[in-house]
Protein backbone atom coordinates (compact mmCIF):
# COMPACT_ATOMS: atom_id res chain seq x y z
CA UNK A 1 0.00 0.00 0.00
CA UNK A 2 1.01 3.54 -0.98
CA UNK A 3 0.53 6.90 0.59
CA UNK A 4 0.94 9.73 -0.24
CA UNK A 5 2.19 12.59 2.06
CA UNK A 6 2.88 16.37 1.76
CA UNK A 7 6.01 17.71 3.79
CA UNK A 8 7.36 21.48 3.44
CA UNK A 9 11.34 21.41 3.30
CA UNK A 10 13.68 24.04 3.52
CA UNK A 11 16.28 25.99 1.61
CA UNK A 12 18.71 22.86 3.18
CA UNK A 13 16.83 20.13 2.57
CA UNK A 14 15.41 21.52 -1.07
CA UNK A 15 19.68 21.10 -1.88
CA UNK A 16 20.23 18.20 -0.32
CA UNK A 17 17.09 16.46 -1.98
CA UNK A 18 18.51 18.01 -5.41
CA UNK A 19 21.92 16.55 -5.00
CA UNK A 20 19.69 12.86 -5.31
CA UNK A 21 17.77 13.50 -7.84
CA UNK A 22 20.67 14.77 -9.81
CA UNK A 23 21.96 11.42 -8.73
CA UNK A 24 19.70 9.62 -10.73
CA UNK A 25 17.39 8.93 -7.85
CA UNK A 26 13.53 10.31 -7.95
CA UNK A 27 11.45 12.72 -5.81
CA UNK A 28 10.31 10.06 -3.97
CA UNK A 29 12.82 7.31 -3.89
CA UNK A 30 15.17 9.82 -2.21
CA UNK A 31 12.60 10.85 0.53
CA UNK A 32 11.50 7.50 0.64
CA UNK A 33 15.55 6.44 1.34
CA UNK A 34 15.77 9.07 3.67
CA UNK A 35 13.31 8.24 5.79
CA UNK A 36 14.67 4.39 5.83
CA UNK A 37 18.19 4.95 6.39
CA UNK A 38 17.15 7.43 9.26
CA UNK A 39 15.34 4.69 10.91
CA UNK A 40 18.00 2.20 10.46
CA UNK A 41 20.33 4.09 11.84
CA UNK A 42 17.79 5.02 15.03
CA UNK A 43 17.36 1.30 15.68
CA UNK A 44 21.14 0.93 15.23
CA UNK A 45 21.80 3.45 17.97
CA UNK A 46 19.74 2.23 20.60
CA UNK A 47 20.83 -1.47 19.60
CA UNK A 48 24.15 0.04 20.70
CA UNK A 49 22.94 1.74 23.68
CA UNK A 50 21.35 -1.29 24.85
CA UNK A 51 24.80 -3.43 24.51
CA UNK A 52 26.63 -0.74 26.09
CA UNK A 53 24.39 -0.63 29.28
CA UNK A 54 24.24 -4.77 29.49
CA UNK A 55 27.77 -4.32 29.21
CA UNK A 56 28.22 -1.78 31.90
CA UNK A 57 26.05 -3.63 33.85
CA UNK A 58 28.07 -7.06 33.22
CA UNK A 59 30.15 -7.10 36.41
CA UNK A 60 32.37 -9.97 35.36
CA UNK A 61 33.08 -8.00 31.71
CA UNK A 62 34.20 -4.80 34.03
CA UNK A 63 36.30 -6.76 35.92
CA UNK A 64 38.02 -8.83 33.16
CA UNK A 65 38.04 -4.91 31.57
CA UNK A 66 39.97 -3.72 34.69
CA UNK A 67 42.36 -6.71 34.53
CA UNK A 68 43.13 -6.21 30.96
CA UNK A 69 44.09 -2.92 31.43
CA UNK A 70 46.04 -3.45 34.38
CA UNK A 71 48.11 -5.89 32.53
CA UNK A 72 48.60 -3.42 29.13
CA UNK A 73 50.09 -0.67 31.97
CA UNK A 74 52.23 -3.12 33.78
CA UNK A 75 54.00 -3.89 30.08
CA UNK A 76 53.85 -0.03 29.25
CA UNK A 77 57.51 0.90 28.69
CA UNK A 78 58.55 3.17 30.85
CA UNK A 79 58.62 7.14 30.56
Known amino acids: MTVAISVRLDDETLRALSQLEAAGLSRSEAIRRAIL ?33 ALMESLRAPG
Do not use: G, H, N
Open 37 to 69: DSATRMRRRKALADEVAALEADEDDRREMLEVA
